[in-house]
């Protein structure tokens, strides 16, 4: 009997992070499922367009993660030779289902999701290869990092009704913000969302506690002034979420320190969003002005 699997397509350089919390929701909260990503599906030896092809063969759901760097911008173009999420998408969309009649859940094909990260969830504006013209006629859904505790339980929602999926029970859910906070993310979990660029300068501590997980960063800036509109931009953030931070401002420095009390000073879901909404601000407030 085979679990009810889904195969999320993304651009690592685009939503990386986001497909990893993705996985990390859709089976906490569904009974029964598995999630593909490649990055922990690939091993040592592979061959990457057949086991890509194998994955998706073996997928009832392909999702489409869409972010801001999905495709090239209109009048951008990339160089590569093969564009894997073209092929990912294209392969999703003509492959057979290679699974047991038995096991198909009453699919005839692959259903293919789309889903908006972080951007305006449109096409127009990408130079989207003409082999994809399809996805513009899927009804598509969205989701953003500043709302993620939000929006997330209301998108699987919607994704179990559409699929006939059925969720855990409501013990293991939590459409209750304050909840969310008890869900500690496991340590392989944690190292392997640090692992991609939007984490850049995040480090997990314990701070002596052998219990205990921080997520910890030292922010530098060219003056006070920039390190203060950094702080108010993430407090404003902060209010939106809920969810705050333990830092400490000296001059041009701004150290966090970011976990969950009620997860018993464990990382979840909340200071992951949190981490990098602030990388997202530093950036923004160490950008030169026009003019």
Avoid at 161 to 169: A, D, E, S, T, V
Wanted: aromatic fraction near 10%.
């Amino acid at each position: 009997m085979q679990p009810f699997t889904f195969f999320i397509s993304y651009r690592r350089s685009d939503t990386a992070p986001i497909a990893l919390l993705l996985k990390n929701e859709i089976e906490k909260r569904m009974q029964f499922v598995r999630v593909s990503v490649d990055v922990q599906e690939m091993h040592p030896g592979d061959v990457f367009p057949e086991r890509l092809r194998e994955l998706i063969n073996g997928a009832h759901v392909t999702i489409a993660l869409i972010g801001a760097r999905w495709m090239p911008t209109r009048g951008e173009h990339r160089t590569d030779d093969t564009d894997w999420v073209v092929e990912e998408l294209v392969h999703s969309r003509n492959a057979p289902l290679d699974i047991a009649e038995a096991d198909r859940r009453g699919l005839s094909e692959r259903q293919i999701i789309t889903l908006f990260a972080d951007c305006e969830p449109t096409f127009r504006n990408f130079e989207v290869d003409p082999r994809l013209d399809f996805v513009r006629t899927l009804h598509t859904e969205r989701i953003n990092y500043a709302n993620w505790p939000l929006l997330i339980g209301p998108l699987l929602d919607r994704i179990a009704i559409k699929l006939g999926l059925q969720k855990r029970p409501d013990a293991d859910e939590y459409p209750d913000l304050a909840t969310a906070r008890k869900h500690p993310l496991a340590d392989t979990e944690l190292a392997q969302i640090l692992r991609y660029d939007d984490f850049e300068g995040w480090y997990v501590d314990n701070y002596g506690h052998a219990e205990a997980r921080y997520l910890v960063k030292t922010f530098k800036f060219g003056h006070f002034n920039q390190a203060a509109d950094f702080m108010r931009l993430v407090s404003d953030h902060c209010r939106v979420l809920d969810h705050h931070p333990e830092w400490r401002n000296v001059f041009n420095h701004v150290t966090v320190s970011l976990t969950s009390w009620g997860a018993k000073r464990r990382v979840t879901i909340y200071d992951v969003n949190l981490a990098l909404y602030m990388n997202m601000a530093a950036k923004a407030v160490n950008r030169p002005r026009a003019g």
